[in-house]
């Protein structure tokens, strides 16, 4: 019989998630200094894969 795998932690994704959980305890989305039209593009983005390359593209054009 065949050994079973041992589950692969992935430290990149943790890091990303640690990063994320310290930014938002500290507070950082509340700034209030945010430009609207950023985080409009952002959400945007997020939205749909031809949004993100077109938000893109909008921005290096700014």
Do not use: C, E
Request: proline letters at 2%; hydrophobic letters at 55%; zero cysteines.
């Amino acid at each position: 019989m065949s050994k079973p795998k041992r589950k692969r932690i992935d430290f990149i994704l943790v890091a990303i998630a640690l990063l994320a959980a310290i930014l938002n305890m500290y507070g950082i989305w509340k700034d209030q200094t945010v430009n609207g039209y950023y985080t409009a593009a952002v959400t945007s983005m997020l939205q749909n894969f031809h949004n993100f390359f077109f938000a893109s593209f909008d921005q290096l054009v700014m």
